[in-house]
């Protein structure tokens, strides 16, 4: 018998069905409270929520599993290219080479972006955040492809949209920073992989001959496995929220990394180093940083450090903190910010306020320490992110379409004032 929940409201006893995952996660249908008992329910930050039933990605919190479609992070990391899991994630498997040949084909011929864009840029003022740039100009984008307003296109003409945001992300990131150093942009070469190609529009001149050290193209190509998807986090909650609305696939995608970019969420990697700068600045009392941080008087936080569903250890921090070790070690990195951050992770590791709290470096916290030896600006540490996650909002995205999942449009509990009346403005 399927079990079931019950629940008394005003001396009533009223039935919910229980839904069971593919892993046994367990969660109360409570769709349909409110047209029955009258009721909603309250849930701030939604940290009890399931706001649809996935089939995506798997993460358990507590015992740091994180799976795409199946597969363990740590296989996916270190066997497959980050374009094999991006079609895994859109599509649901793992392609065949003929399919992944497809899939790369058609992203390396969408990489070029439309030359009026480069006007967008030429607008912008000096230190313009890469990311308010790149949310703009994804949005941007739908207007050069007007045909991709209509929601309910076949299925062939969805796809040329994904492939083209996927194509030309990694192009308008790197515009995006050529433009702030006032460098000529950099073409995108399509005989180089994803990654390769994204590291020559971002450090290749007209001038020079740049060469992709095949370390970095490895550890970037990581990083992006990483970040591809991890559920219903708050930038993939809201590309379905935008995409409900049946919004553009490029606004929804837009939205989302406007989404990632806040401090606690994507624009955490931005902020360790930023915080490692300012600890060094200010002498390095590794000490001094981690009492404020326990400090409940003082708003500071050791950034890089706890998550919201990863209680005990962090899946993606395991492997990417092998992979920030090799990479100091074979780029020969000596750097006195990167030293305090392993110092700081030492004393943070054994220190009781975090220990209890469940409080260890996330992926954050090594992302930035590898994008800092990679060369890339402070700035750009989130449009990294974004690349990543990419893929997993557009899945997440074709799913919520797929499923034909309605407007997403949350209640609330009115607390403010009662009826009153108007009062005209001599009389207040
Ligand atoms: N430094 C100091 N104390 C902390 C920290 C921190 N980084 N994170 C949480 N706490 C404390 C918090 O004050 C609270 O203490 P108490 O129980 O005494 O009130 C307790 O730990 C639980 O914190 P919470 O805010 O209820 O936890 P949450 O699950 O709501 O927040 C978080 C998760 C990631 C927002 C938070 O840990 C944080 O602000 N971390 C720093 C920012 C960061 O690194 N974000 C990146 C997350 S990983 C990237 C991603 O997936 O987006």
């Known amino acids: 018998m399927s079990e079931i929940a019950r629940i008394i409201l005003d001396g009533k006893e009223y039935e919910l069905p229980v839904i069971t995952g593919s892993e046994n996660e367990k969660a109360i249908d409570i769709s349909k409270l409110r047209s029955t008992t009258g009721y909603i329910t309250l849930d701030p930050g939604f940290k009890n929520t399931g706001s649809t039933e996935s089939a995506i990605t798997f993460l358990d919190g507590e015992k740091g599993i994180l799976r795409y479609r199946g597969y363990p992070i740590e296989q996916l990391a270190e066997k497959a290219s980050f374009l094999e899991v991006a079609y895994l994630l859109i599509y649901g498997d793992l392609p065949n080479i003929q399919e992944l040949d497809y899939f790369r084909g058609s992203i390396a011929q969408h990489t070029l972006v439309h030359e009026d864009m480069k006007r967008f840029f030429a607008a912008y003022p000096n230190g313009a955040h890469p990311m308010g740039m790149l949310s703009a100009m994804i949005a941007s984008l739908s207007t050069f492809y007007p045909e991709s307003q209509n929601p309910n296109r076949p299925f062939k003409d969805i796809e040329l949209t994904m492939h083209r945001i996927i194509a030309k992300l990694p192009t308008l990131a790197a515009q995006a920073y050529k433009f702030t150093m006032g460098h000529p942009i950099m073409y995108p070469k399509n005989d180089l992989s ?41 930038s993939a909650s809201t590309v379905r929220i935008v995409g409900s609305s049946q919004a553009n696939l490029y606004s929804a995608i837009s939205a989302g990394i ?3 970019w806040g401090p ?39 950034m890089g450090f706890g998550h919201r ?20 070690s074979k780029l020969g990195v000596n750097d006195p910010v990167l030293e305090i951050a392993k110092k700081l992770e030492e004393v943070a590791l054994k220190d009781e306020y975090f220990v209890e709290r469940g409080l260890y470096p996330n992926v954050d916290f090594y992302s930035g320490i590898i994008y800092r030896a990679l060369g890339i600006p402070t700035d750009m540490f989130t449009v990294m992110f974004a690349i990543g996650r990419l893929p997993g909002w557009i899945a ?21 004032a009662t009826v009153r009346d108007y009062r005209p403005l001599n009389e207040r």
């Open 194 to 234: 994803y990654t390769a190609n994204f590291l020559n529009q971002m450090f290749g001149l007209p001038t020079t001959n740049y060469e992709v050290d095949p370390v970095i193209d490895d550890a970037l190509d990581k990083l992006l496995i990483l970040h591809a998807d991890h559920e219903q986090n708050c």
């Open 258 to 260: 406007a989404a990632l």
């Open 264 to 302: 606690l969420h994507g624009g955490a990697n931005q902020a360790v180093i930023e915080m490692l700068e300012k600890i060094k600045n200010d002498g390095g009392d590794l000490q001094k940083w981690v009492d404020k941080a326990k400090d409940k008087q003082d708003s500071f936080r050791l």
């Open 309 to 328: 569903v990863y209680k005990n250890f962090d899946p993606r921090a395991r492997i990417i903190k092998k992979a920030a070790d090799d990479v100091l």
């Open 396 to 416: 997440q995205w074709k799913e919520m379409i797929e499923n034909n999942e309605p407007i997403g449009r949350p209640r609330q509990v009115y607390v403010g």
